[in-house]
């Protein structure tokens, strides 16, 4: 599958500010993946969005899917040091199941 | 807990000797993965085994082989590392059911591979 932009590269915040990170893709997707990968650690799989328009809340973070299924973007309010680490989208184009991973966004949270 | 499971967490060998690395699941998923990745990269995806299908991907060096004995088992041999392929692997898995939608993937903790 064609990977998906994900921008920005890094985002440094201080504690207590908000952080979003972008995927766009040239074509058509399927489904959206979110996955967060801890310094040292593996990827942990977040969410799914598979409806166009589709917005998910999980506390502090807020998925969207634009309605064209070409975009999606994850935001943190309130960022706090357990939020540190890279987040990356994994696009699944469609008639395939394997996602296909952005190249993620680092974040860096300054308490 | 059912998990993922890669063994072993750090492996050293030199150049152009033959490694294996291991994966198990007890989370009985019929889609095993082994992904490649290098810092500050995205995983790339090697190849996977749907059941006992196994998929390469078109850009995977042929140094590069997999074994699936089982359901819960899953093998990367690397028949001549080098030091290009220096990286952390990461085996994940996945229930699917049918091909057209997707399902979460389970990572293992991975396998830190050093060349030298």
């Known amino acids: 599958g064609q990977q998906v932009m994900q921008i920005p590269q890094y985002q440094h915040v201080q504690e207590g500010e908000d952080f979003t990170t972008y995927c766009n893709s040239s074509?058509?997707?399927?489904?959206i993946q979110w996955y967060k990968q801890r310094p040292g650690g593996h990827p942990v799989f977040l969410i799914q969005l598979v409806k166009s328009g589709e917005v998910k809340k999980q506390k502090r973070l807020t998925f969207q899917f634009g309605e064209a299924k070409k975009n999606s973007s994850l935001h943190i309010t309130a960022t706090q040091t357990t939020d540190v680490g890279t987040y990356f989208c994994a696009e699944i184009s469609g008639g395939s199941y394997i996602p296909t991973f952005g190249r993620g966004t680092s974040l860096i949270v300054h308490p | 807990d059912a998990m993922v499971i890669q063994n072993p967490r750090y492996q050293v060998t030199q150049f152009g000797k033959p490694v294996t690395l291991s994966c198990s699941q007890t989370?009985?998923?019929?889609?095993m993965y082994w992904y490649q990745q290098k810092s500050s990269q995205a995983p790339k995806l090697l190849f996977h085994?749907?059941?006992?299908?196994?998929?390469n991907e078109a850009d995977t060096p042929d140094n590069f082989q997999s074994r699936r004995p089982n359901t819960s088992f899953c093998f990367l041999d690397i028949r001549s590392p080098g030091l290009g392929d220096a990286a952390m692997y990461l085996c994940a898995t996945s229930r699917q059911i049918g091909q057209g939608t997707s399902y979460e993937q389970y990572f293992g903790p991975g396998t830190r591979l050093t060349v030298t």
């Open positions: 074509t058509t997707l399927s489904n």
């Open positions: 085994y749907y059941d006992k299908d196994f998929n």
């Open positions: 989370l009985n998923h019929n889609v």
